[in-house]
């Protein structure tokens, strides 16, 4: 068994660090302060070939894998979550559907702009009555001569207002429920098509979230992806990859706010000596580092399964679940470590705990992960 | 065009420890990093393929095999190849060795415009490398170059002096020696990372490959003797006065008779 990176995945890793070291670090706090998406760091990464990783060559992409994407997010993460969930809505929630039930016609057309960073990507699922229960979705799709027309509205939907590209779910049998649901290709300029409104969150503040509406959107036959009835399917199958990426979100969260822990106890002194010389805050850090590293391993782990092309789905779900609770675990101990500066804006502590709790929530909640591993283990 | 830049992997400085006894660099568990004023070399050769996109980019290096990383790095940047020097007969060179390897294996590629070399390596800061290199090839050098440009015909760039520049213009074929404020050198990207270790990108040249005696290269083509290596004792830290001039020079003048100097 191995565990190390091979040098392809470390030159990766090396890339996205120093690239978050001096791109993103130094405007995440202004970022989340001022609620903005960051989209010089989109155009920076798209110049770096940054936004199409896990793409074949073929299609615009960089031909890396899953595990060199969570590597990326990861890095990302370690100082800016709202980054590093731009990169993974775009890449596992945008590009991968495409790229595994789309036409060729289709992949040429849209994945390949969005490949190469041209145009940015979003998924629309959730509605205000179908979050987990996605079989209550009321958008319609009713099909006239070569097009659907689409009514309805999504909300929460990560990338919204900022992406071109959104892979959109709509029911074209509502009688028939989950077997009735369809997935389209939607282009953000499509006439009908608009943004509701803009989420003000608790955390990764300048990730764009919002509801998007359709007003007799028409979307011509040939932008349905897979087939009439498989939206389901599809979008069940999307969101294991997608936990992946959020389960390396949760990872790089943590471990951004472990190193400032290790950081600052080292520094902050009390009782004429460093605070990290007591051993009751040292034992807590060694359990904060512990599920780290267990974290990661199933990251990785979950990650190169679906690089190896083998089932990844009760990985990833356990992957996610055991990271973001991870991740909401350290960024809690590490503000109590820092104490009344860390409940400040001064430190970075208090945005990584405000980011992390997403993590147990967006792309199926904790106990959604827990019914995804409960449903394979009980199969 | 066709641009040769030549590059070292070095220990990054800004970690390495100085063996408190030996006064040796304690080099176990440092990372290696290209060396920041052969990365601006590379970044400058970068932007004239940016502008002129049939510009062919060789990076070179001499070291062990685990150089390579510096010539991946360099592809994965943008540079058409890399040629790694590698062989037990180079190693131990000084710079007078290690200019005549290179230089040899410059001609053998043959044909070039412009060679670009980074002023100095930060784990040697000699700077004779490349000018030696020059010198051996016989072409006009620039070094200490802070800003180039290319144009129609002629190469035009800024030499760094103390106290300002010079302008010095010329034709290829020409070495340039770079200073890493020249630019600021991009990122890898990730499909040149992908290109770099998938694509047979890196060339390995050994001796048998360059046309160059045994006694001209490695350690027995090394005049330099090293004596003595130390730990160059620390300088006081300066201080800045404040105040009036008056008060300037009256905390001045007390100073220096505090030290017995006046």
């Known amino acids: 068994m191995n565990f190390n990176l091979s040098k392809e995945h470390k030159m990766i890793q090396k890339t996205f660090a120093s690239f978050t070291k001096n791109e993103v670090e130094p405007i995440a706090a202004e970022v989340d302060e001022n609620e903005r998406f960051p989209s010089e760091t989109v155009e920076k990464m798209k110049r770096f070939g940054m936004m199409g990783i896990a793409v074949p060559r073929e299609y615009g992409g960089a031909g890396a894998d899953e595990l060199a994407y969570a590597l990326a997010v990861e890095e990302l993460s370690k100082a800016c979550a709202t980054t590093g969930v731009i990169l993974s809505a775009h890449s596992s929630l945008g590009c991968w559907p495409i790229l595994k039930f789309g036409t060729e016609a289709q992949k040429e057309k849209y994945l390949k702009p969005m490949a190469s960073g041209e145009k940015l990507g979003a998924f629309g699922l959730t509605e205000p009555n179908a979050g987990t229960d996605a079989a209550s979705q009321q958008t319609v799709a009713v099909l006239e001569g070569d097009h659907y027309r689409i009514n309805g509205s999504k909300i929460f939907i990560t990338n919204g207002g900022e992406a071109d590209t959104y892979i959109i779910f709509a029911m074209t049998e509502p009688s028939k429920g989950l077997k009735g649901i369809t997935a389209f290709i939607v282009e953000s300029d499509t006439p009908g098509f608009t943004i509701g409104k803009k989420e003000k969150k608790l955390g990764i503040k300048g990730s764009a979230t919002t509801e998007l509406v359709f007003k007799n959107m028409m979307i011509p036959k040939e932008n349905l992806l897979g087939k009439e009835g498989k939206g389901f399917k599809i979008a069940m199958q999307t969101l294991d990859g997608g936990r992946i990426g959020i389960a390396a979100q949760a990872l790089g969260i943590a471990e951004g706010a472990m190193e400032k822990t290790v950081q600052y106890v080292k520094e902050r002194e009390q009782f004429n000596r460093p605070i990290g010389k007591f051993q009751g805050l040292q034992f807590m850090m060694a359990d904060m580092e512990t599920q780290i590293q267990a974290a990661k391993l199933m990251v990785y782990q979950a990650a190169a399964a679906k690089a190896e092309g083998k089932p990844y789905g009760k990985l990833a779900a356990m992957a996610k679940l055991y990271a973001s609770e991870t991740a909401m675990e350290v960024t809690t101990k590490a503000v109590q470590l820092h104490g009344g500066y860390g409940y400040t804006s001064d430190y970075p502590i208090e945005r990584m705990m405000r980011d992390a709790k997403i993590t147990e929530i967006y792309e199926g909640t904790s106990e959604v992960q827990k019914m995804v591993v409960a449903a394979d283990i009980l199969r | ?262």
């Open chain 2, 1 to 262: 065009m066709k641009i040769i830049v030549c590059i070292k992997q070095v220990p990054d400085t800004n970690e390495v420890k100085i063996d408190p006894v030996k006064g040796t660099l304690i080099r176990e568990g440092v990372p290696s990093i290209l060396n920041p004023d052969d990365k601006a070399a590379l970044e400058e050769a970068l932007r004239v393929k940016d502008q002129h996109p049939d510009t062919h980019i060789t990076v070179m290096t001499m070291g062990p095999p685990q150089a390579e990383e510096v010539l991946i790095e360099g592809v994965a940047m943008g540079a058409d190849e890399g040629i790694l020097l590698s062989d037990r007969a180079f190693s131990g060179a000084d710079t007078w060795a290690t200019s005549n390897t290179l230089a040899k294996a410059i001609e053998k590629i043959g044909r070039y415009d412009i060679i670009f070399c980074g002023r100095q390596a930060i784990d040697g800061d000699t700077a004779q490398v490349g000018p030696q290199i020059g010198e051996r090839l016989g072409i006009p050098q620039v070094s200490y170059v802070e800003k180039f440009y290319l144009e129609e015909g002629k190469i035009r760039v800024h030499r760094a002096l103390e106290d300002g520049y010079e302008v010095i213009e010329g034709q290829s074929p020409i070495l340039l020696t770079t200073i890493k404020e020249l630019n600021e050198a991009r990122y890898p990207s990730i499909p040149g990372i992908m290109r770099a270790y998938r694509e047979d990108c890196i060339k390995v040249w050994t001796y048998e490959d360059l046309d160059i005696p045994s006694t001209d290269i490695g350690l027995d083509g090394s005049p330099t003797q090293v004596k003595r290596s130390f730990t160059p004792e620390q300088k006081g830290a300066g201080e800045m006065l404040e105040g009036t001039t008056d008060e300037k020079v009256g905390s001045l003048v007390q100073k220096l008779q505090e030290k017995n100097l006046i």
